[in-house]
């Protein structure tokens, strides 16, 4: 037993001595993006003063993860594959159904959807997801999309037969485009010839910037896809581009994309670096230096709104406003104004009810995501070789650490401990140790609110 432990403790020393090793020489070796802005003095005073935001309302819903039934969803390779996630991805199209038919009476005008349309980037459910959309902008919004990770070249498209999974086509970039022409592409001011970015003009005097980070030209059949975000030299070259003569036109921007530019808690590049997009410090700085104030993201399910500040250079200040995904638990769409007195008004809605649980989806949402952390959890602290009761009673605090921040305004319950410290085995404390600071982030919610807030675009103040 001493010898299997001790065995075990080092393994996982040894595991995290080479990830910090690799992380720091990849860091140390990469070379920072080069901006025009950081050389052209001239060029950061015609920025001292932001184009104002037009009034304007829209709709911004994410990572709806759409999945063709008819791929299928029953036997155990289905069932394994959803033990193994946390997505309500059989239940995906009635709530998009639902949520669609609520945005459609909304007064808003048009909708940002900032990527993962589909499970894994299947041809069948990209056609299906398009059709949702089609209903929505049949209601007379506009509605932009961008790809996210799990949309192209997805290696790991997949039917479901009985005990096995087989391939299924999936979509290259240009098919992507096709099939979500009408989406934001048809009606690109320009767009990026290195990636799937676009510029689009929803309302007189906003750009919307929608940009693509996702690294699936980097993708393998039958491998796992890249999740991780990065912008190519040339993509970043052509952004830079485009803000200058938004700033020029004195048009007001707004960025849409999947991967977060802001830490939406301590530890996140650590713990999740795979969501945050690559030199996101560089980008987030470059969108503030061209007065951009607001970016709207996905990708890591969590209904999180977080804002970096630069004290160098005037009154530079950006909001990372991510929205959780509709086949996550609380299954959220935001809805935003841009109201007088540049006021950002976000409020957030939740699908309530669907057709297989007209009456009690909340709760069977929540129970669903809990059960599917938990699961994760437990087995991942058992692969580090804690014991099955310990693993549990470590994952139950895991779980409700995830779930928080999932849901927002993340705060910590009276007598409740982020994560049990003592009373446990050599091992398990030693975990612990390793992955607490994830826990504690977690718990610890970044300012502003997260659900319903109102953010002044003059002085990045909020209320």
């Known amino acids: 037993m001493v010898k299997k432990l001790v065995s075990a403790t080092s393994r996982i020393f040894q595991i995290t ?17 080069a901006f025009q802005i950081d050389s052209n003095s001239s060029l950061r005073t015609s920025l001292e003063k932001a184009a104002a935001y037009p009034e304007a309302s829209f709709i911004v819903f994410s990572d709806p ?13 289905f069932e394994d594959y959803i033990a193994a996630d946390r997505k309500l991805v059989r239940e995906g199209p009635e709530i998009l159904d639902s949520a669609i038919s609520s945005m459609s009476s909304s007064k808003a005008t048009f909708v940002l959807c900032p990527g993962d349309l589909t499970k894994d980037g299947e041809l069948a459910s990209h056609l299906l997801a398009a059709q949702y959309l089609a209903k929505l902008k049949a209601s007379g919004k506009n509605v932009y999309v961008v790809p996210g990770n799990h949309d192209i070249k997805n290696g790991h498209s997949y ?38 970015s676009y510029v689009a003009e929803p309302v007189p005097g906003l750009w919307l910037l929608a940009l693509d980070a996702n690294r699936y030209k980097e993708n393998i059949e039958d491998k796992e896809p890249i999740t991780d975000g990065k912008f190519s030299p040339q993509t970043l070259t052509w952004i830079e581009g485009r803000l200058g003569e ?16 802001v830490e939406h808690y301590a530890g996140q590049e650590k713990n999740y670096g795979a969501y945050i997009v690559d030199d996101y410090k560089d980008i987030s700085r470059l969108f503030a230096a061209y007065n951009v104030r607001m970016v709207f993201t996905g990708h890591y399910h969590a209904q999180d709104i977080t804002e970096a500040q630069w004290t160098d250079g005037g009154n530079k200040f950006l909001f990372d406003i991510e929205t959780g995904s509709l086949v996550t638990y609380p299954c959220p ?5 841009l109201a007088g007195n540049q006021q950002t008004i976000i409020k ?14 909340p709760a069977y949402a929540k129970d669903y995501l809990e059960k599917g952390i938990a699961g994760i959890a437990t087995n991942t602290l058992k692969g580090y070789g804690v014991g099955q009761a310990e693993a549990e009673r470590l994952s139950t605090q895991i779980t409700k650490a995830f779930v928080a921040h999932f849901l927002g305004d993340e705060s910590l319950p009276a007598g409740q401990e982020m994560i049990q410290e003592q009373n446990l085995s050599p091992l398990g404390w030693v975990v612990i140790q390793m ?29």
Not at 333 to 337: F, G, H, L, S, T
Not at 348 to 361: A, G, L, N, R, Y
């Open 65 to 77: 993860h759409i999945y063709d039934s008819s791929l299928g969803t029953t036997g155990k390779a």
């Open 333 to 337: 769409y935001r809805i935003v104004e």
């Open 435 to 463: 992955r607490k600071d994830l826990v504690y982030g977690l718990w610890k919610d970044l300012p502003p609110p997260d659900n319903n807030v109102t953010l002044d675009m003059k002085t990045g103040g909020w209320k």
């Open 246 to 261: 938004a700033a020029k036109a004195n048009k007001a921007v707004i960025v849409l994309m999947h991967h977060v530019v």
């Open 159 to 196: 039917k479901y037969v009985g005990d096995s999974q087989e391939r299924t086509p999936n979509i290259s970039p240009e098919e992507f485009v096709k099939i979500y022409n009408d989406f934001g592409f048809k009606d690109a001011l320009q767009r990026d010839s290195n990636s799937l």
């Open 17 to 33: 001595f080479c990830a910090l090793m690799i992380f720091s020489l990849v860091a140390c070796a990469a070379p920072k993006p």
């Open 348 to 361: 957030t809605e939740v699908v309530t009810s669907i057709k297989s649980h007209p009456q009690d989806f």
